[in-house]
């Protein structure tokens, strides 16, 4: 009974402690292919694009209603105390820090891991991996590093982009809401004297390492597939929770070593 | 299909004919620095020479899976020789294993006497290339007709990229899907796939060349015409071609020789008369089957 407790348990270690290599030795690969990054320029970009462009509608769309949330959440609770000139300072500092790259990471983890997952693990079970092999093309080159790079450039500019967009809606929030009522010129000053470069910079490069860990999961993957179209079906869900859980692992830690 | 619809057709088929492309095509090849290298190519690109290859103990298992038993085969240089069995023999397998893509357990596969296990390094340095067909044609989705088949050639910079659209353009044509270059690979039939899978293998200029049921989902016409494609690739190009199928006239009718599998095991070489006079009990359990056997004789 113990005996095959103890074999099931060391046997799930092997195997995470296996996956965990798999992923390591990818990633070296593919960071050893950046150096072929100028010539697949053009797949780069397209990737950026889907990234990118395609994601920013939605991302924009979701950060704007957090940062009306969090403005009508924290707002009315200052002013119970009069304290709602705050209210600049909290949602920028929160948005900068923290929300703006975590829910734009996750977004873009669901939208683009999930679909870099299928696609890649669909190569996979029809054979078009193996093609790739013997036309003597590296698929880690051809597919996992233009896919790195891509979200490792573009996801810092989406969370940019949400970043302002959300601290806006927080904003124009704290002006129209009749219980914050604070003018939108305080809550800029606000926002601007509790924002540094440096937190920026932190955020941004949260953002960074979140669209690393989206690339590299989604290709990691894809890779991985096996099994027909359920095998896919389950890649997708399988990237998804997996860059979920990193990206929350992650944050924990960066945020725990750059406070 | 109204007229203005057919005039429409017709002059994308005579833009696509163009040897440089639409503008997209050219504004996203463009990139490619190969575009000033002009019009010459790698030296060695053009000929291809057909290599021997010599299998000598070959095992293979998965888990208790025993799929390859010692597997001894030896294939001469310029033949066509076709590897035939049912289904689930490792047949399939067995032409991973020659690409690499799979590795054995033991033995060893030598092609012009090169291990094609070894390292890398001394694969580089290796004089020969192959490439293969594959059941499912295996064509890259996101790219279109013309840039499957010049995939190779760009990723590798073989050649200028003038060039390489007129190798497009001539392989497509001796698979007869000329002017085709602008088609999406969603917009094509099954043949018509496979036919595309053929002219992206032609474009290594391979020494070997490999086709995994190159029949399965073709229809008899389709199937004669890929033949007739194979045959006449035999004549103008010398290469090595090794064909694994289960379409069995097809096999006798291409082939120089043809070795029988069964269970894991080759269990008759022979030219395609001798296979068909061999009295072995398992070769005559598979040609003379009622309705894909080959007619008369016993049938």
């Known amino acids: ?259 | 299909m109204t007229d203005s619809d057919k005039k429409a057709k017709n002059g994308h088929l005579q833009n696509s004919s163009n040897p440089r492309g639409t503008f997209w095509s050219q504004l996203a090849h463009g990139f490619s620095p190969a575009i000033v290298e002009g019009d010459s190519c790698q030296v060695g690109y053009e000929s291809s020479s057909g290599v021997s290859i010599h299998i000598e103990n070959l095992n293979k298992s998965f888990g208790d899976n025993h799929v390859l038993k010692n597997i001894n085969l030896d294939i001469e240089p310029g033949e066509t020789f076709s590897i035939i069995g049912p289904s689930g023999t490792g047949k399939s397998l067995l032409l991973k294993h020659i690409v690499k893509l799979e590795n054995a357990d033991s033995g060893r596969i030598l092609i012009n006497d090169h291990d094609v296990s070894e390292t890398e390094a001394i694969n580089a340095k290796r004089s020969f290339r192959y490439s293969m067909v594959f059941q499912s044609s295996a064509l890259f989705n996101s790219l279109t007709v013309g840039e499957n088949v010049g995939l190779w050639l760009r990723e590798k910079r073989i050649c200028g990229e003038i060039r390489i659209r007129r190798i497009i353009q001539e392989k497509l044509q001796l698979v007869g899907l000329a002017g085709k270059q602008e088609l999406r690979t969603s917009e094509l039939s099954g043949g018509m796939k496979k036919r595309v899978a053929i002219a992206r293998s032609l474009a290594m200029s391979p020494d070997l060349i490999l086709y995994d049921e190159p029949t399965a989902e073709l229809d008899p016409v389709t199937s004669d015409e890929l033949a007739r494609v194979i045959i006449s690739l035999r004549e103008k190009v010398n290469l090595t071609t090794i064909i694994v199928s289960h379409d069995l006239n097809f096999a006798l009718y291409l082939s120089d020789r043809v070795a029988m599998m069964h269970d894991g095991e080759v269990v008759a070489i022979g030219t395609p008369d001798e296979i068909k006079k061999s009295q072995n009990p398992i070769v005559r359990n598979f040609i003379y089957t009622t309705t894909k056997g080959i007619q008369g004789e016993g049938g």
């Open chain 1, 1 to 259: 009974m113990f005996m095959r407790f103890f074999a099931t348990m060391g046997s799930k270690l092997l195997n995470v402690a296996q996956g965990l290599g798999e992923m390591l030795a990818l990633l070296c690969q593919t960071i050893y292919y950046f150096k072929e990054a100028p010539r697949n320029l053009t797949s780069i970009l397209r990737q950026m694009n889907i990234i990118g462009v395609d994601t920013l509608p939605i991302a924009m769309l979701v950060s704007l209603f957090v940062g009306m949330v969090l403005s009508v959440q924290t707002g009315t609770e200052l002013a119970l105390y009069g304290t709602q000139e705050a209210i600049g300072a909290i949602v920028g500092v929160s948005m900068v820090k923290e929300l703006g790259p975590v829910m734009t990471g996750l977004l873009v983890a669901g939208r683009i891991g999930s679909a870099m997952a299928a696609e890649i693990g669909a190569m996979q079970v029809y054979e078009e991996i193996d093609a790739l092999k013997t036309l003597e093309i590296s698929p880690v080159r051809y597919l996992a590093m233009p896919r790195l790079i891509a979200c490792l450039l573009t996801v810092p500019a989406l969370v940019a982009f949400a970043i302002v967009v959300g601290i806006f809606g927080g904003g124009v929030i704290a002006e129209v809401n009749p219980k914050i009522n604070v003018p939108f010129s305080v809550y800029y000053d606000n926002m601007i004297r509790a924002l540094s470069y440096k937190e920026i910079f932190k955020g941004l490069l949260k953002a960074m390492v979140f669209g690393g860990i989206i690339g590299h999961v989604g290709c990691y993957i894809g890779f991985k597939t096996s099994g027909g179209a359920r095998g896919i079906g389950e890649s997708t869900t399988r990237s998804v929770v997996l860059s979920f859980l990193l990206i929350m692992v992650a944050n924990y830690f960066l945020t725990r070593f750059m406070i």
